[in-house]
């Protein structure tokens, strides 16, 4: 009922930036929440940004100042700018979007994943 794409990944060197999309596609009756979160090798996966219909937005702390998140909701889609990447930024990115769909189910439904690399 609802599909979700995600692109933008890479290779960047410290200091690059990196833009990822995510866009969902479907029977969308609403999003309530919209965001990244990321997940490195025998870590947790952890929330990066998050974005609210109300357009209040949560940041994780070690991203603050250098990544923004943005959305176009005519096109269901989400950003995230990520600026000033560290090695320690390297992790798979996942996007998600808490949709209320078919039959007025709410539910998140989660992208594939984009393996970001930072590195010299």
């Known amino acids: 009922q609802v599909s979700v794409v995600e692109s933008g990944g890479g290779l960047v060197q410290p200091g690059g930036s990196l833009r990822l999309s995510c866009a969902a596609s479907?029977?969308?009756?609403?999003?309530?929440?919209m965001g990244w979160y990321r997940q490195s090798p025998g870590k947790e996966r952890e929330l990066v940004a998050r974005?609210?219909?109300?357009?209040?937005?949560n940041y994780a702390e070690s991203v603050k100042g250098r990544f923004l998140i943005s959305r176009d909701n005519a096109k269901n889609t989400v950003y995230l700018q990520m600026n000033s990447l560290k090695p320690e930024d390297s992790a798979v990115y996942y996007c998600?979007?808490?949709?209320?769909?078919?039959?007025?189910?709410?539910?998140?439904?989660w992208g594939q994943g984009t393996q970001v690399t930072v590195s010299s």
């Open positions: 974005m609210y219909n109300s357009g209040n937005t």
């Open positions: 479907g029977i969308i009756f609403g999003i309530s929440v």
């Open positions: 998600y979007f808490d949709v209320t769909t078919a039959g007025w189910t709410r539910r998140d439904y």
